[in-house]
């Protein structure tokens, strides 16, 4: 038989297979790197950046809860300057494509990062307007349609990146984000962010994060994500990336029935940090066991 | 390249009321252990993330480690049958570093003793005072006293040894004795009193923190502890960075 096409076009990115990490999971690769061979993943998504570096929120930053996990890292990283100088190098070395994480307090510094970035070897950016973590921007911008078609338009004027917009699942309709994204020039949507959750000690009577609230990740999530693709992908004509509670190839494959393009892996890492290529081997079994001859073919195959 | 190692478990026994010893087949993969250095360990399907636990004991053939239930994730750990397979990533940090000077205060609290019973081992040809403090039951005094003479227990309950806190203990110790260092890993209160005390007596000391976790190795920053540096005040990764500590750049919750 012959060997199955795991390659995509993502109108313009082209990944070698459709399995990628999410950005906040994965650092800046190194750790990881020590378990997976970083050549065999499509393409990784670096730690969220910021204009100046952060330090994040206090501690403690995570909580269990049935089935996922909140955390509110708060965006700690080491500034967009330090990651271009001292950890894209590292990651370049690697046939893989990479899609740096962005966040900003307002339009202006979504812009001057991209601007910064669009003279490196990123192979694409990606907005986090969705960051549940910090006060200012992150998913206040992701909310509101007007302000989301603004910010990408802005940013794509500003780069001649490939842009990805990051959507944010706490919205009341998620279709009309998408649509916003994409009018403003997105190429391409990746979704879903986390779900603002809580968790709360009822001994002490206090929430456990030193935050009260934060990001909810993980397989308690998957049921909200493979929904908010499937009616993102009936409503704009860009691809998606779908992520949200990935463990297995199954769940994957739940995704690309639903319309996604690729999917990305974030959570799950931190269980098994081997599951990317576990994943892409999955998906590729299956494929072979259904008679596909490549992934694009499976992209929204839901029968209804 | 790492990989997760999949473990027999030789042995599980209970020690003290809810604490248990597991020692487990060191299977290839664990390479060199350092005292200090803990595994992130699946303690059973019905939860999503690993818990940290540190190394206890390492031997040619079998690793150890003590455990309590702490809560649902360390119950179900202590519930696994010899015979089992246990999911374990590791060994994961950086350990305790043996200095250079000869005299030696070994102070441990609670389930914190448990890393400092590999780390005695290889405080061999030092003069090692090992102190241990509990609220009630002591557990592991006997096996530190495999390697160590002078081992002195504390109980907050006055069931055993000296009735107090183990800090009282190590303050005599300094008051009367000259000492180069002190290596320690208990609850975050006992670190930060032993902390002060080494900083009143100007001895050098490592500390074993702990901080929730999710990766257990570097990559999600969910772990961060404070501690000083050039600059003020950074942010490193307890799993990765640490979980040991040189006593005078921790910064502990407020
Ligand atoms: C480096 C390191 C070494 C440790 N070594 C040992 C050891 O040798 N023996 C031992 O019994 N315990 C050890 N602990 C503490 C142990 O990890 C926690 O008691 C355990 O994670 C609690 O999990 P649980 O599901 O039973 O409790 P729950 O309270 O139900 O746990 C809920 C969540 O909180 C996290 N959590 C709770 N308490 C802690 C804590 N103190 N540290 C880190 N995460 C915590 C858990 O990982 C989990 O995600 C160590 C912790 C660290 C950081
Ligand atoms: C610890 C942690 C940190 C994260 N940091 C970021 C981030 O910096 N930027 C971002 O866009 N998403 C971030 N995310 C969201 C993930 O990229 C992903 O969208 C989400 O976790 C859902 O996927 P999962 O269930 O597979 O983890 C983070 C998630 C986690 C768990
Ligand atoms: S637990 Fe993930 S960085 Fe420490």
């Known amino acids: 038989m012959n060997k199955i096409d795991m390659s995509v076009d993502l109108n313009g990115l082209v990944l070698k297979n459709p399995v990628t990490v999410a950005s906040g999971t994965f650092g800046f690769g190194r750790e990881y790197g020590e378990y997976v061979d970083l050549n065999k993943i499509g393409a990784i998504a670096v730690k969220g950046l910021t204009l100046e570096e952060r330090q994040g929120n206090p501690t403690p930053r995570v909580v269990e809860t049935p089935m996922g996990m909140i955390n509110s890292v708060g965006l700690q990283n080491p500034g967009v300057d330090y990651f271009i100088k001292e950890e894209l190098p590292n990651l370049s070395q690697y046939d893989t494509k990479i899609i740096a994480n962005i966040n900003g307090n307002t339009i202006e510094e979504y812009c001057k990062m991209a601007e910064k970035l669009s003279k490196t070897s990123v192979d694409a950016l990606e907005l986090n307007i969705s960051c549940p973590n910090v006060k200012e921007g992150g998913v206040a911008f992701g909310r509101d349609p007007e302000m989301v078609h603004k ?136 494929l072979k066991r259904k008679e596909y001859t490549s992934i694009k073919e499976l992209v929204g195959q839901l029968k209804f | 390249m790492k990989k997760n190692l999949y473990c027999k478990i030789l042995e599980n026994i209970e020690i003290a009321p809810s604490i248990h010893k597991i020692e487990m087949e060191r299977v290839d993969g664990f390479g060199d252990i350092k005292p200090g250095q803990f595994l992130h360990i699946k303690c059973s399907d019905a939860y999503l993330l690993r818990r940290p636990i540190s190394i206890s004991m390492v031997q040619k053939d079998r690793v150890g ?116 260092i002190i290596y320690s890993c208990g609850p975050e209160i006992m670190l930060k009193k032993v902390q002060e005390i080494a900083t009143e007596y100007k001895v050098k000391s490592q500390l074993s923190i702990e901080e929730r976790m999710a990766c257990g190795v570097g990559a999600c920053l969910v772990c961060t502890c404070k501690v000083k540096s050039e600059d003020g005040v950074k942010h490193v990764r307890t799993c990765k960075d640490g979980p040991v500590f040189s006593g005078d750049e921790v910064m502990f919750h407020e």
């Open chain 1, 151 to 286: 910010v990408t338009r802005k940013v794509k004027e500003n780069s001649d990146k490939y842009l990805i917009v990051k959507l944010s699942p706490n919205v009341s309709d998620i279709k009309e984000i998408g649509v916003s994204a994409e009018s403003g020039g997105a190429d391409c949507l990746s979704l879903i962010n986390t779900l603002i959750g809580m968790g709360i000690d009822i001994e002490k009577q206090k929430p456990i994060l030193a935050r009260g609230i934060g990001g909810l990740s993980g397989p308690a999530v998957k049921p909200v994500a493979v929904r908010m693709v499937y009616e993102v992908s009936k409503a704009v004509n860009i691809p998606i990336i779908g992520m949200g509670g990935i463990m297995n190839d199954k769940d994957a494959i739940e995704f690309f029935l639903a319309g996604a393009w690729a999917v990305s892996i974030g959570t799950a890492n931190f269980v098994n940090p081997m599951v990317s290529m576990e994943v892409l081997k999955g998906i590729e079994e299956y």
């Open chain 2, 65 to 180: 480690i003590v455990v309590r239930k702490a809560g649902e994730g360390t119950s179900l750990l202590c519930d696994r049958k010899k015979g089992e397979i246990l999911d374990v990533l590791g060994p994961l940090g950086n350990g305790f570093t043996i200095d250079e000077g000869k005299n030696v205060i070994v102070i441990g609290g609670g389930i914190g003793t448990a890393p400092l019973l590999e780390l005695v081992k290889n405080l061999k040809e030092k003069q090692v005072t090992v102190l241990l403090g509990y609220k009630d039951t002591p557990y592991l005094v006997e096996a530190f006293k495999d390697y160590v003479k002078d081992v002195k227990v504390a109980t907050e309950d006055g069931s055993a040894g000296y009735k107090g806190y183990v800090t009282d203990l190590l303050k005599t110790k300094l008051e009367n004795d000259k000492v180069d």
